[in-house]
């Protein structure tokens, strides 16, 4: 049995093993056949050449992602043990790049690999696909976008759009005036941009119409000029309501359709828009589709064993 030690310089120790060692005890699950040996300013790993060889080139990109962010995470841990290759992990550090400056000077970045691989895919293509489960950062991510593109002048406006109530956008029922049966359906929408513009600010562009977020019915007959559009919760579009929105796209126009095709709302037998339009455009040139998945979940650590767990019971039925 072979031995590699790991020497930390200019690192806490505690920091990088965690509360209780819980780092280093969630990098052992991925090394099962090393014994792994945290102790002082030292790593040490035993086992077979392959595997130290393996473990030391990845514990080189964990180090370096600790330098860079000043912390570890499972998140983190995960997306290092788990990209492909070298190649994979240089773009997740690459993922760095400011997208925006939001509110009180928060830096809104790409966070994974393949965020970034989103980023790189919308400033090739005028339309893109972002395809993706819950917590992956494809609407925040894509917003950030719009709001770059929006103050570097590349668009005149944003405009936000979504199917309302399941697809069918009955809204008669609900109570209020009609942007009060609105809200509901916009807020993830409103919540990511109060993130990166001001609050007065981010009213006056509503107001004015520089930035326009409304259901997907409201999209029927226009022309979408000099615009960054995202149509968020794509899966919940019929065949219909899907290539309507397609061909709103005018000149100077960036569309982003972001959809997690696991979460369809429409009734039974109806085909999904987004799932028909992968198809049917996946060989268009100028349209990009990226796919995300559970390794880019940036929400709370249970929302990954959640999506995991569904996947489980439906891979099972």
Same mark, same amino acid.
């Given at each position: 049995?072979?031995?590699?030690?790991?020497?930390?310089?200019?690192?806490?120790?505690?920091?990088?093993?965690?509360?209780?060692?819980?780092?280093?005890?969630?990098?052992?699950?991925y090394f099962p056949k090393l014994k792994i040996v945290a102790r002082g300013t030292k790593i040490t790993a035993f086992g077979d050449d392959e595997l130290l060889?393996?473990?030391?080139?990845?514990?080189?990109?964990?180090?370096?992602?600790?330098?860079?962010?000043?912390?570890?995470?499972?998140?983190?841990?995960?997306?290092?043990?788990?990209?492909?290759?070298?190649?994979?992990?240089?773009?997740?550090?690459?993922?760095?790049?400011?997208?925006?400056?939001?509110?009180?000077?928060?830096?809104?970045?790409?966070?994974?690999?393949?965020?970034?691989?989103?980023?790189?895919?919308?400033?090739?293509?005028?339309?893109?696909?972002?395809?993706?489960?819950?917590?992956?950062?494809? %609407?925040?991510? /894509?917003?950030?976008? $719009?709001?770059?593109? &929006? *103050?570097?002048? #590349?668009?005149?406006?944003? @405009?936000?759009?979504?199917?309302a109530v399941e697809a069918g956008e009955n809204l008669g029922f609900l109570p209020g005036d009609l942007k009060e049966k609105l809200d509901p359906y916009m807020?993830?929408?409103?919540?990511?941009?109060?993130?990166?513009?001001?609050?007065?600010?981010?009213?006056s562009y509503i107001e004015n119409g520089t930035i326009q977020i409304a259901p997907l019915a409201f999209m029927r007959g226009r022309t979408l000029d000099h615009?960054?559009?995202?149509?968020?919760?794509?899966?919940?579009?019929?065949?219909?309501?899907?290539?309507?929105?397609?061909?709103?796209?005018?000149?100077?126009?960036?569309?982003?359709?972001?959809?997690?095709?696991?979460?369809?709302?429409?009734?039974?037998? %109806?085909?999904? /828009?987004?799932?028909? $339009?992968?198809?049917? &455009? *996946?060989?268009? #040139?100028?349209?990009?589709? @990226?796919?995300?998945?559970?390794?880019?979940?940036?929400?709370?650590?249970?929302?990954?064993?959640?999506?995991?767990?569904?996947?489980?019971?439906?891979?099972?039925?």
């Open positions: 049995m072979n031995e590699l030690i790991i020497e930390l310089t200019d690192i806490t120790p505690k920091e990088f093993f965690g509360t209780q060692n819980n780092n280093i005890e969630l990098i052992k699950t060889a393996e473990f030391d080139k990845r514990m080189a990109m964990m180090l370096s992602q600790f330098q860079k962010f000043n912390k570890l995470d499972d998140n983190m841990i995960e997306r290092v043990l788990t990209s492909e290759s070298q190649e994979d992990y240089e773009s997740s550090k690459r993922s760095g790049d400011v997208l925006v400056h939001g509110v009180n000077g928060r830096q809104i970045k790409a966070q994974t690999a393949n965020q970034r691989k989103l980023v790189d895919s919308v400033q090739k293509n005028d339309m893109v696909f972002a395809i993706g489960p819950a917590g992956t950062g494809k %609407t925040y991510t /894509g917003v950030a976008l $719009a709001v770059k593109a &929006l *103050k570097n002048k #590349e668009v005149k406006r944003i @405009i936000l759009t979504r199917p807020q993830p929408l409103y919540d990511a941009l109060r993130d990166m513009i001001p609050h007065e600010k981010l009213e615009a960054f559009v995202i149509l968020d919760e794509g899966q919940n579009t019929t065949h219909a309501q899907m290539k309507m929105f397609l061909t709103r796209m005018g000149k100077d126009a960036k569309f982003l359709l972001t959809g997690d095709p696991g979460q369809i709302d429409l009734p039974r037998r %109806t085909i999904s /828009g987004l799932k028909e $339009a992968l198809l049917i &455009l *996946k060989d268009i #040139e100028g349209v990009g589709m @990226i796919f995300l998945d559970d390794k880019d979940v940036i929400r709370h650590k249970l929302v990954k064993k959640v999506i995991e767990a569904y996947k489980h019971i439906e891979n099972r039925d």
